[in-house]
Structure formats: structure tokens, C-alpha cells
């Protein structure tokens, strides 16, 4: 059976330019810029929790990612405003916090953390990472 005309082929890589300026990575959800002070933090989150999650993680795991960091972000930015003494919801303070930490521990049960390498197994795997590029 062909698909028609108007929707689009989903099952293979496409090109870059045929791609989302958010699918690229060159643009943040929203249309922020990724040099904004938001937009850094933004980024440095998302990077952080990639790391804890051991790197390269699927479609779903990184917009999970980008879901929570967008939930860490607005919990930092409420807390700021508290501290400059704003008015703030504690009620929207902890509805963020816990849906940021409910979805953390999801994705964290769905993707385990690779176990961090200590001592001569860390040795070991970095000369072998090294020999592997200079090959």
C-alpha cells in the first residue's frame, strides 16, 4: 500500500535540511536562542542530564531530556525571583519540582545510568579509547 502524497517518509534519516532547526540543534524549542543566558542554562541542563543517562539516548529519551531541563529552568528562575524577594507561588515552586523530579526518576528507570569506571578499569578504557583513535 503507498502512503500519500502529503505525509511525510518517518521511517529513515533525512537529510539536515530537510530536518527542524530544533531537530538540528540549532534552535531551541519555542524559537529561544541558544545564546541567551536561557538558553545556555537551558542547554548546559539538557547536556548534564544526557551525561547521567550514559549519552546517546533515543527520540523519546531526549525530548523527555528537553522536558525536564524546561522544568529545572522555570524551578531556577521561580527561585531567583524569590530571592530578590518577588512575589512567588510556592504552589507553582513545588508542582515544577515535583513534576521535574516524578519525570527524572521515569526517565532514569527507562534508561539506566552506565556505571562511572574508577581506577585502573577508567585507565584502562581511556588507553583503549586512545589506541581506537589513532587507528
Known sequence: MSRPASVP????????HARSA???GTRLPGGVSASSAEGRRFVDIMGDLTAQMGGALGPAEQLQVRTIAGLMLHVEQLQGAMLRGEAVDSEQI????NS???MLSA????VPAKPKLTGRAALDAHMAAKREAAA
Open 107 to 110: 526517565l532514569r528507570r527507562k
Open 94 to 97: 513545588t508542582r515544577a519540582s
Open 22 to 24: 530544533v531537530s538540528n
Open 9 to 16: 517518509d518517518l521511517t529513515g534519516k533525512r537529510p539536515p
Open 100 to 102: 521535574a523530579a516524578r
